[in-house]
């Protein structure tokens, strides 16, 4: 996988940064262009971050000793002078840990490269485990990737169901069991090493939206056991007052009946489109035309539950990231057409509404963007 540099989205958002002041901020100007552009000579950064070079010279130096940028080879030479010595974030000379706890029979781990590039994955069953139990068993996937890192680690990052708080507390999280658990702390007190941690839907909406193009103004919605969602506001991830927004499985969508849910309501948007009850019903269904039928409800309804979201916010972007074989084809059109049916039609460019293009890893990708932004200021 080549390196993502999505430069004109980067490069504007560097400059809007730039009338603020402080020396970690600048470092953290340096790490981000040299994050989504790639390898430059420090005059190009210069140019490009508007600093004199004796500043950027300065604040290379500073990264060069935290082994955060390391020095290349030589520029092409493209222009008169002497060539430049290129500079790069330290993209294989550091790792990253990521913990994807949010699929229904494993726990997940890989170790990354700072581009999100999964280098080793490993990954533990889950049976009956709950509570207590599964957090040992967190505790000792982390040490076995830990292990398995090839260089040194800027930090762990973990995507788990729930929901989250900006310390890395899991407040609730009904499937593990967890209430109140400091899965953050744990995990640092048990690997020394800086831990973040997100629900598995913002992770995954960090994903996307570091490595996988997204844009400023998207939601992601992550159906898989559960239906949940994560979105970028202005560029930045919305957390909301109890660190739950995105949390969409439970609104109930429509008036006109539908399952009962778990949570005790009835038609509850995870109802319509989790794919345990959309596989169920599927496997029920007599033909192709009633399958057809079956997904394109669901794209319907998940339409119907995102409108409002994206008028509200004039968000551009509707990313589904999920089981291919259930998003892809009817149940993704409904939801674009129900989505032009259901607000009113902006100028150009019109809203996209597509599927993640690597749904199986977008959450670990995702962890490591939570440990890029944390550890390196990087977007
Ligand atoms: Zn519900």
């Given at each position: 996988?080549?390196?993502?540099?999505?430069?004109?989205?980067?490069?504007?958002?560097?400059?809007?940064?730039?009338?603020?002041?402080?020396?970690?901020?600048?470092?953290?100007?340096?790490?981000?262009?040299?994050?989504?552009?790639?390898?430059?000579?420090?005059?190009?950064?210069?140019?490009?971050?508007?600093?004199?070079?004796?500043?950027?010279?300065?604040?290379?130096?500073?990264?060069?000793?935290?082994?955060?940028?390391?020095?290349?080879?030589?520029?092409?030479?493209?222009?008169?002078?002497?060539?430049?010595?290129?500079?790069?974030?330290?993209?294989?000379?550091?790792?990253?840990?990521?913990l994807?706890l949010?699929?229904?029979?494993v726990l997940r781990a890989?170790?990354?490269?700072?581009?999100?590039?999964?280098?080793?994955?490993l990954q533990t069953e889950l049976t009956?485990e709950r509570g207590e139990a599964v957090t040992a068993l967190v505790l000792e996937l982390a040490d076995r990737?830990?292990?398995?890192?090839?260089?040194?680690?800027?930090?762990?990052?973990?995507?788990?169901?729930?929901?989250?708080?900006?310390?890395?507390?899991?407040?609730?999280?009904?499937?593990l069991?967890?209430?109140?658990?400091?899965?953050?702390?744990?995990?640092?007190?048990?690997?020394?090493?800086?831990?973040?941690?997100?629900?598995?839907?913002?992770?995954?909406?960090?994903?996307?939206?570091?490595?996988?193009?997204?844009?400023?103004?998207?939601?992601?919605?992550?159906?898989?056991?559960?239906?949940?969602?994560?979105?970028?506001?202005?560029?930045?991830?919305?957390?909301?007052?109890?660190?739950?927004?995105?949390?969409?499985?439970?609104?109930?969508?429509?008036?006109?009946?539908?399952?009962?849910?778990?949570?005790?309501?009835?038609?509850?948007?995870?109802?319509?489109?989790?794919?345990?009850?959309?596989?169920?019903?599927?496997?029920?269904?007599?033909?192709?035309?009633?399958?057809?039928?079956?997904?394109?409800?669901?794209?319907?309804?998940?339409?119907?539950?995102?409108?409002?979201?994206?008028?509200?916010?004039?968000?551009?972007?509707?990313?589904?990231?999920?089981?291919?074989?259930?998003?892809?084809?009817?149940?993704?059109?409904?939801?674009?057409?129900?989505?032009?049916?259901?607000?009113?039609?902006?100028?150009?460019?019109?809203?996209?509404?597509?599927?993640?293009?690597?749904?199986?890893?977008?959450?670990?990708?995702?962890?490591?963007?939570?440990?890029?932004?944390?550890?390196?200021?990087?977007?």
């Amino acid at each position: 996988m080549t390196p993502t540099t999505v430069p004109e989205r980067r490069s504007t958002r560097s400059q809007a940064a730039l009338p603020s002041h402080g020396r970690a901020h600048n470092l953290s100007l340096v790490l981000r262009t040299l994050h989504s552009q790639g390898a430059m000579s420090r005059a190009d950064l210069s140019r490009e971050l508007g600093l004199t070079r004796v500043t950027v010279s300065d604040l290379v130096a500073e990264l060069q000793q935290r082994n955060h940028v390391v020095e290349l080879g030589m520029a092409e030479k493209n222009r008169p002078g002497k060539p430049a010595i290129l500079v790069d974030v330290n993209r294989t000379g550091l790792q990253i840990v990521g913990l994807d706890l949010a699929e229904a029979n494993v726990l997940r781990a890989a170790v990354m490269d700072l581009d999100g590039n999964v280098l080793t994955r490993l990954q533990t069953e889950l049976t009956d485990e709950r509570g207590e139990a599964v957090t040992a068993l967190v505790l000792e996937l982390a040490d076995r990737a830990v292990s398995a890192a090839t260089a040194p680690l800027l930090g762990i990052g973990v995507g788990t169901p729930g929901i989250v708080d900006a310390d890395g507390v899991v407040l609730t999280a009904p499937n593990l069991d967890w209430l109140d658990l400091p899965l953050g702390t744990l995990l640092e007190e048990h690997t020394s090493l800086p831990t973040l941690v997100a629900n598995d839907a913002d992770a995954a909406t960090m994903g996307e939206f570091t490595f996988g193009g997204g844009g400023d103004d998207m939601i992601l919605v992550k159906i898989g056991r559960g239906v949940g969602s994560g979105l970028m506001v202005g560029g930045r991830r919305a957390r909301g007052m109890h660190s739950a927004a995105g949390e969409i499985g439970h609104v109930t969508v429509g008036t006109d009946g539908g399952a009962p849910c778990v949570c005790g309501k009835v038609g509850c948007l995870e109802t319509w489109v989790a794919a345990p009850h959309l596989g169920r019903a599927l496997a029920a269904a007599p033909d192709d035309a009633a399958r057809a039928a079956l997904l394109a409800t669901a794209g319907e309804r998940l339409g119907i539950a995102l409108a409002p979201v994206v008028a509200a916010l004039d968000l551009a972007e509707v990313v589904l990231a999920g089981p291919s074989d259930l998003l892809n084809g009817e149940l993704a059109s409904a939801v674009a057409t129900t989505l032009r049916d259901r607000t009113l039609q902006q100028r150009e460019p019109q809203l996209l509404v597509r599927l993640s293009e690597d749904p199986q890893d977008i959450v670990l990708r995702g962890t490591a963007v939570l440990v890029l932004w944390a550890q390196l200021g990087v977007a």
